[in-house]
């Protein structure tokens, strides 16, 4: 059976405005639906139309015709508390701080599904996962590829106040000294592989030269005068190492100490280093941060940022250009001086 629907002229256009000026999603698909049925359309055909099941458009007509405007308004909000509040949110971030197999569930990555049922086992709440992918986007939580790390060896409280000294010595080095953190990146021909934007149905495809190519570059980080000090190799050995500290004592030659905060890397403990730091005297002092604690490594994020913007998917046939790509990237952010490369 047909359903008909008529409406004055006036509340036609009250209808129209409303349909284009809210942002409610229910009550524009209401809206929606009455202007079509009372322009002649069936519900069927209006439903059709619109993207609901007729159903919905059938309840949406005969609601009106009893109601009229009081019926679009959204009447969920007679029904109590939302589910989701702020402690259901805390409660949903500190799950996640853990792993699926921290409450029994076998696989060790989360789903919508997995995350919904530890929700309800752990809070006493059933959400769907259209609703919790929703929650998720506003709770900001992302998906993104974890970090792997090694555990420091050391003791927390040895740890701790060992990273206390080099903080404090990198915010007060003193009268004529400087401080640099220390560090060494590879660099590829054959690209390290990361995510891009792609067209709908396309994989997009980087040609790799297939026989891979390495070069090796020493940046030392000065912060305070945001300078990078850089020198180029083949090899990560200890002459790399050694012309940094070179290229460090011309640059700051005109100071009475320079402090380097690096990690405790092989080349970086040498007996050769050791006996080139005892002829060059005060003017070089070696700072080792705790083992495994890149992150407080500052020139450490540098390098993930030429990695992201040079080196990830790069188009280079030739090591030569990639590596001038590195410098050209460095010379753009940082006051660059580039020390020469000597293997002995």
């Known amino acids: ?58 309840q949406i007509v005969t609601r009106y015709r009893v109601e009229r405007e009081a019926s679009l308004v959204d009447r969920r909000c007679d029904n109590g508390n939302l589910k989701i509040d702020e402690d259901v949110r805390e409660g949903i971030r500190q799950i996640l701080e853990q792993t699926p197999q921290d409450f029994e569930e076998r696989r060790p990555t989360w789903t919508l599904e997995i995350l919904a049922r530890v929700i309800d086992l752990r809070l006493g709440l059933w959400v769907s996962v259209c609703q919790l992918w929703r929650v998720l986007r506003e709770m900001g939580v992302r998906w993104g590829r974890p970090k792997p790390i090694v555990l420091c060896p050391w003791k927390r409280e040895r740890r701790q106040r060992r990273l206390r000294e080099i903080r404090r010595l990198a ?38 030269p297939g026989k891979n190519r390495k070069a090796y570059v020493a940046g030392a980080y000065d912060q305070q005068r945001d300078r990078m000090i850089y020198v180029e190799g083949d090899g990560k050995a200890i002459w790399l190492f050694l012309n940094l500290l070179r290229a460090l004592l011309a640059v700051y030659r005109r100071m ?58 790069h188009r280079r046939t030739n090591l030569r250009d990639l590596l001038d790509d590195v410098q050209v990237y460095l010379a753009d952010r940082f006051e660059l001086f580039v020390g020469a490369c000597i293997n002995v």
């Open 256 to 313: 009475r100490c320079v402090h380097v905060i690096l990690d405790n890397y092989g080349i970086h403990k040498s007996a050769v280093v050791a006996g080139f730091l005892r002829k060059v005297g005060e003017k070089l002092k070696l700072h080792f941060l705790p083992p495994y604690c890149p992150d407080h490594n500052r020139i450490e994020r540098i390098w993930e940022d030429v990695h992201g913007n040079v080196t990830r998917n």
């Open 171 to 208: 915010e007060n080095p003193g009268p004529r000294a400087a401080v640099v953190f220390l560090d060494e990146i590879d660099v590829h021909l054959n690209p390290k592989i990361g995510p891009d934007w792609m067209l709908p149905g396309r994989q997009r495809r980087v040609v790799t």
């Open 1 to 58: 059976m047909g359903m008909s629907l008529s409406l004055y002229r006036a509340e036609r256009r009250r209808l129209q405005r409303m349909s284009r000026e809210t942002k409610d999603a229910g009550r524009l698909v209401r809206c929606r639906v009455v202007l079509k049925v009372a322009s002649g359309c069936s519900a069927r055909q209006a439903a059709r139309e619109i993207g609901c099941v007729p159903s919905t458009a059938w």
